[in-house]
Each structure stands twice: as structure tokens, then as C-alpha cells.
């Protein structure tokens, strides 16, 4: 089974599995020329989330794109505006 978009299907989840971004698709998502604001307020709640998830995971990486903390930011920020909605 495949996830439509930038996700990838990860079998090793669980019987269930997850959707989550790999490594090179998160290094083409920060590297969008749109920039991280554009970008994120494009994405649906659940790409978001993943988003979200991937940065933090490789913001904790020895050694994070630089790039990778105002996406992170930009991500959280747009998580934030959302929340009313999702309530």
C-alpha cells in the first residue's frame, strides 16, 4: 500500500504502519523555494503533522540542516493557527 503525496509507507511501525517522510523527501521539502511559510499553510493536517515529526527527529541529528529550525518554527507556528480549528 502507498501513501499519496511525499509519504512513504513504513512496515517496521507496526501492524499497522505509519506514514512517514524520509530523509529525502524532507531535504525537498526544506529546500522548496517557496519557503517554509508558503509551504506549510499548503499542506494538509495530517502532512503537517509528519512534517512536524520528521523535523523534529532531524533537528535532533548530530548534525541538522540549518535551515531545518525555521521550518520547524514555521511548522509549529502553522500547527498553532490550525489548533482552533481542530477543536
Known amino acids: ?10 512496515h517496521s511501525a507496526g501492524p499497522e504502519g505509519r506514514a512517514v517522510m ?3 523527501q524532507l531535504f525537498r521539502m526544506i529546500g522548496d523555494p ?4 508558503v509551504t506549510t499553510a499548503m499542506l494538509s493536517d495530517d502532512e503537517l503533522a509528519k512534517l512536524l515529526d520528521a523535523l523534529y527527529r532531524h533537528l ?3 548534525e ?3 535551515s531545518a529550525v525555521f521550518w520547524y518554527e ?5 500547527s ?4 482552533p480549528r481542530n477543536t
Open 1 to 10: 500500500m502507498r501513501v499519496p503525496g511525499i509519504w512513504e509507507w513504513n
Open 22 to 24: 524520509k530523509g529525502p
Open 34 to 37: 517557496r519557503g517554509p511559510e
Open 60 to 62: 535532533d541529528a548530530d
Open 64 to 66: 541538522p540542516a540549518p
Open 74 to 78: 514555521a511548522a509549529l507556528e502553522e
Open 80 to 83: 498553532l493557527r490550525r489548533a
